[in-house]
Structure formats: structure tokens, C-alpha cells
């Protein structure tokens, strides 16, 4: 993360055009990219700032980031400063947005007018079209702001998604909707970079006696940790002692500050920044992980990036049949698929009783995901491809 934190300290105090953006040659006979205003949070790490770093260690590609926001729950992208020179526009062949529900139609157009034959780009990771009451999501975000961000994306030349349900479910949404658009949409994958491992130490493993399960989420997935109640009551029933369940990312309160899961002996452990999650997730030093997922087409679209961020620690999964690790999770070679308490707590008792086969999930986990799921040249190829 070393490399991330130094371009965001450079690229808000830096002040002299030539230092702030040392990337800038207009004549490298690259395609190049913007990226616009990215926070540090999960999207922006995955969606934006590693894989322009990693084009930049093409020969075909360069790419800009204008600047790297801190994260904040209550801003959305216009509530940034969101200032582009003038001198990127002209460079840009691509300029690359995140989501926005705002009207943007004089900013589009007042970019068309300087550059007519840039490619404008927005890139999605979540389902904001269908976001369950229960989410926290559902109370920031209207029908009027999501229907803003249709007629921004057909605005786009380009839309991109973060998973192959995301993406066909836009495209068909956008054509119900606006039957003559000519938006492009297609999937890039949410891929794991060492970027965002530099100084992380060694991987930690548990050497206690107890079983530590990882549970990860947050407040506003609650509906889907409440299914934890029946699972961890099951659990505990039949595997006794020697298992220790682990929640980060939620204090087991609502928002109305009532504990969810009174009686029930788990471990909680706040959300951190961002910055400091990878550490995070090694120092919990878990055995395995659960994906929870309600069977919603929100959930179904999502980012799998638990998964890989699991797999980067060696941690096997057990995920929800309905949660998008299913995508790419491997039954019973790197992790493992529930969809009932029952087989939830086979799954786990499977795991917790055979470490032998929790160690090799983890193992193979970690070595599938850096063969596949990682910047290689051959998902390097799939950007390359996209923005030609």
C-alpha cells in the first residue's frame, strides 16, 4: 500500500504541474487513460488506482489518476472537488468515471466540445439499480438518483462492470430503458495486486487450539448477518467447544444500536481504513471465512472481493450459493458453496474437523488466485483490448 499512499499525498499536495502528474508525454504513442477522483475505499482500489497502475507497466498503455479522495460514506463523487486540467482532457484518448447521480449533462457536454473523439467511460461494481430495503444503500440512494445514473451511463461511450451479472443485467436494463442508446458494456474484472501487499508482514496463522471463523461485513449488509444467529446457535450445538467466531467490519449492533446477536459468544472487530484492512485481515489471523448472502439480485452482482482478498491470506471460503464468489470460487478445491443451515454447518464442521484439507483449500485458494485472478498479461490483455 506504500506505493498507493505516496501517489495520494503527491497528487493533493503537489502543486507543479510536471511533479504531479510525472506520467504526462503527449507524444509516448500510447493509449492513454484518466482516471477521475477515485477514493480510497474497495471500489476505488480494485476499480480505479490498481489497474492503472498496472497499465503503466505495459509498453501500449498509460494511465492518470487526477487524484486519490478520502473515502466518506455521506459524499458521493459531485461532492468532491473533482477538478480536471485542462492539459489531461487534451491528453486523455479515455476518461474513466465512477458511478454518478447527478445530472452531469453540461460537464459531458462541455467535454465533447473540447474533445469530441474522447471516449468517455464510467465503471459500476454494485447493482445500484436493485439494492434491497435492508441495505444501508437504500436509504442514501433514490429512484430519482438511480435513474439519473441510467441516463448518465447512456451518456457514456463505454459502461464497465465489475462481474458478469453486473454487466449483463445493465445491458439489458439499459436496453428495456433506452431501446436506441449506443453505450458499450462490458466486464473487467475486480483483480488482486501486490500493490496493496507491499509491507504487509508474512502471513499470520492461528496457533491457538481454536477454530477462528471469519465472518465479513457491515452494518449494511445486516440482513444478511442475521443469518448468523441460526448459524452460529447450530454450529456451537454441534461442534461444542474449540471454534471461535470472528465478525469484522460490524460491531453486532443495528442502527438503532440494539445488539443483533444477544447470547451468542463472538468476536467483534470494527471496520479500519482502508489503508489498513490487508493488516487487518492478516492479524486476525483466521482458518476460514464465510461469505453470507441473502438470494437477491443486489448481492448476485457484487463484487467478489472477500473471496480474493481470502484467498491472498491462504484462508479457504465457505460462501452462500447466491453470493458472487460463486463466480469464481472452486467446490471443494478452494473453498466450499452452502445454501441451508445444514449444509452451512456441515461445511464448517467438514473444515474445522480435517485441518489437513483446510490447509490445502488455503493453499490452493492463494495459488488460484495469483494465477488467475491477478494483474497477468493475459488480464492485463482484457483492458487492452477494451480501451484500444
Not at 495486486?193 to 461485513?217: A, D, F, H, Q, V
Not at 468476536?267 to 492478516?282: C, G, M, Q, S, T
Amino acid at each position: 500500500m506504500r506505493t498507493i499512499l505516496e501517489l495520494k499525498k503527491r497528487l493533493k499536495n503537489e502543486t507543479l504541474f510536471s511533479r504531479k502528474y510525472p506520467d504526462y508525454k503527449d507524444d509516448d504513442d500510447k493509449i492513454h487513460l484518466l482516471y477521475v477522483s477515485p477514493c480510497l475505499d474497495s471500489t476505488g482500489y480494485y476499480r480505479a488506482i490498481t489497474p492503472a497502475l498496472e497499465l503503466n507497466k505495459t509498453s501500449s498503455h498509460c494511465a492518470i489518476i487526477t487524484a486519490i479522495e478520502t473515502f466518506n460514506f455521506n459524499k458521493r463523487f459531485e461532492d468532491y472537488e473533482n477538478l480536471i486540467d485542462e492539459k489531461l482532457l487534451y491528453w486523455a484518448d479515455y476518461v474513466i468515471f465512477p458511478v454518478i447521480f447527478s445530472d452531469i449533462d453540461f460537464f459531458i457536454k462541455a467535454i465533447r466540445v473540447l474533445r469530441p473523439d474522447v471516449q468517455l467511460v464510467m465503471d459500476v461494481d454494485q447493482n445500484f439499480t436493485a439494492i434491497p430495503q435492508s441495505h444501508a444503500l437504500s436509504r442514501k440512494i433514490s429512484t430519482r438518483d438511480k435513474e439519473q445514473l441510467l441516463s448518465n451511463m447512456i451518456s457514456m461511450d463505454v459502461v464497465t462492470a465489475a462481474t458478469k451479472p453486473l454487466a449483463s443485467f445493465y445491458k439489458k436494463i439499459l436496453l428495456d430503458n433506452f431501446p436506441n442508446h449506443s453505450t458499450h458494456v462490458a466486464q473487467l474484472p475486480s483483480l488482486v495486486s501486490r500493490l496493496g501487499y507491499e509491507e504487509i508482514p508474512p502471513l499470520k496463522r492461528n496457533e491457538s487450539e481454536t477454530i477462528r471463523i471469519g465472518i465479513i461485513g457491515s452494518k449494511s449488509q445486516l440482513e444478511d448477518l442475521l443469518i448468523l444467529k441460526e448459524l452460529v446457535a447450530k454450529t456451537k450445538e454441534v461442534l461444542k467447544e474449540g471454534v471461535q467466531f470472528v465478525c469484522y467490519g460490524w460491531d453486532g449492533k443495528d442502527s438503532n444500536g440494539e445488539l443483533v446477536l444477544k447470547g451468542l459468544a463472538i468476536e467483534y472487530h470494527k471496520p479500519v481504513a482502508f489503508e489498513n484492512h490487508f493488516k487487518k485481515l492478516n492479524d486476525l489471523a483466521l482458518d476460514m471465512v464465510l461469505l453470507l448472502s441473502e438470494k437477491n439480485r443486489f448481492s448476485q452482482c457484487a463484487p467478489y472481493t472477500e473471496l480474493l482478498e481470502g484467498a491472498v491470506f491462504g484462508i479457504p471460503v465457505i460462501a452462500s450459493k447466491f453470493h458472487s464468489a460463486e463466480q469464481v470460487l472452486k467446490e471443494g478445491e478452494t473453498g466450499l458453496l452452502a445454501e441451508s443451515a445444514e449444509d452451512w454447518v456441515n461445511a464448517i464442521q467438514r473444515l474445522v474437523s480435517n485441518k489437513k484439507l483446510r490447509d490445502q483449500m488455503g493453499k490452493n485458494a492463494l495459488k488460484s488466485i495469483w494465477m488467475e485472478q491477478h494483474f497477468t498479461s493475459r488480464q492485463l490483455q482484457r483492458f487492452q483490448d477494451l480501451f484500444i
